[in-house]
């Protein structure tokens, strides 16, 4: 059974940088398209960065380039959230989730999910 675990979430100033981890467990990583969404309430869940096991197909929202980097260990089977300059508008629960569609950006396109972890920007 596929598990994906987040954890690296919390409390930061305006500003300030977190990096999120998601361990991922029970099926082969490198067939896998792996990323980040997040959802604030009210609101749809929506794409923040994706890739696959070699980097060689990577995606990111539309204005997070720059402040958001998306990397992995594969010996891990971890992928990171790397995010820096954060914003009040950051702030949201942060998914990893999973798809077996290479390049897939649409929430409805990913069949595995974390149960978030919850980023703050606050002063």
């Known amino acids: 059974q596929m598990q994906l675990v987040e954890s690296g979430g919390g409390l930061v100033q305006p500003g300030g940088s977190l990096r999120l981890s998601c361990a991922i467990s029970?099926?082969?990583?490198?067939?896998?398209?792996t990323g980040w969404f997040r959802q604030t309430p009210g609101k749809d869940r929506e794409f923040v960065s994706a890739k696959n096991w070699d980097g060689l197909y990577t995606s990111i929202r539309d204005g997070l380039q720059g402040r958001f980097t998306i990397s992995s260990d594969n010996a891990k089977n971890t992928i990171y959230l790397q995010m820096t300059r954060l914003k009040p508008e950051d702030t949201a629960v942060y998914y990893c989730?999973?798809?077996?569609?290479?390049?897939?950006?649409?929430?409805?396109?990913?069949?595995?999910w974390g149960l978030g972890t919850q980023v703050t920007v606050s002063s």
């Open positions: 029970g099926r082969d990583f490198r067939n896998l398209y």
């Open positions: 989730a999973a798809s077996t569609t290479l390049g897939a950006t649409m929430a409805s396109q990913y069949e595995f």
